[in-house]
T-cell receptor
Framework: GAGVSQSPRYKVAKRGQDVALRCDPISGHVSLFWYQQALGQGPEFLTY????????KSGLPSDRFFAERPEGSVSTLKIQRTQQEDSAVYLC????????????FGPGTRLTVL | AQKITQTQPGMFVQEKEAVTLDCTYD???????LFWYKQPSSGEMIFLIY??????QNATEGRYSLNFQKARKSANLVISASQLGDSAMYFC????????????FGTGTRLQVFP
């Protein structure tokens, strides 16, 4: 389809394991965002890319979280040495550059850390 | 600091009735945008409606309208003629247009439409 896709949809990890979450934005969208949504809460911003440049990573909760978008299209969010508090839904969104453009969200990856 | 407040954890409405979901915001910027998103149980965030801080008219999109009261810093969502498929979580969000592109979300309101 033409929407934002994310994989995997569900991920179960043992504490201490590394995980990688993938996001395929809408073709041609310059901006890409990652959000973390804990159960019963609204999404919280993690990081933002404009093309391949990571312009804002102020929301990454620790240095165990790392995101990249090397060719300005697909992005990967990596979490090293996962902890139970990392359990959440990770949402990816893309938009045309700046201004009044709405962000289009993917279905999310539900990460459960045991 | 930017903040979005949604004070209604849950709302009930009968099918075909109208319902208002409350949202207040806090920002020191003059240029900002306000968004409403719907999140069904499937988890995907669906964009509903947008209001810019300089827009003089309230935004409307089909059955959705945004009651924008700038002086009170409120941006309530009005859904007219509710349908069973409107049952979902609804999130209000804000973006400061010349600061950062990120969205700041509220905690959401769960709307349940009953027959």
């Amino acid at each position: 389809g033409a929407g934002v896709s994310q994989s995997p949809r569900y991920k179960v990890a043992k504490r201490g394991q590394d995980v990688a979450l993938r996001c395929d934005p809408i073709s041609g969208h310059v901006s890409l965002f990652w959000y973390q949504q804990a159960l019963g809460q609204g999404p919280e911003f993690l990081t933002y890319f404009q093309n391949e440049a990571q312009l804002d990573k102020s929301g990454l909760p620790s240095d165990r979280f790392f995101a990249e978008r090397p060719e300005g299209s697909v992005s990967t969010l990596k979490i090293q040495r996962t902890q139970q508090e990392d359990s959440a839904v990770y949402l990816c969104a893309s938009s045309k550059r700046g201004g009044y453009n709405e962000q289009f969200f993917g279905p999310g990856t539900r990460l459960t850390v045991l | 600091a930017q903040k979005i407040t949604q004070t209604q954890p849950g709302m009930f409405v009968q099918e075909k009735e109208a319902v208002t979901l409350d949202c207040t915001y806090d920002t020191s910027d003059q240029s900002y945008g306000l968004f409403w998103y719907k999140q069904p149980s499937s988890g995907e965030m669906i964009f509903l409606i947008y209001q810019g801080s300089y827009d003089e008219q309230n935004a409307t999109e089909g059955r959705y309208s945004l009651n924008f009261q700038k002086a009170r810093k409120s941006a309530n969502l009005v859904i007219s003629a509710s349908q069973l498929g409107d049952s979902a979580m609804y999130f209000c969000a804000m973006r400061e247009l010349y600061n950062t592109d990120k969205l700041i979300f509220g905690t959401g309101t769960r709307l349940q439409v009953f027959p």
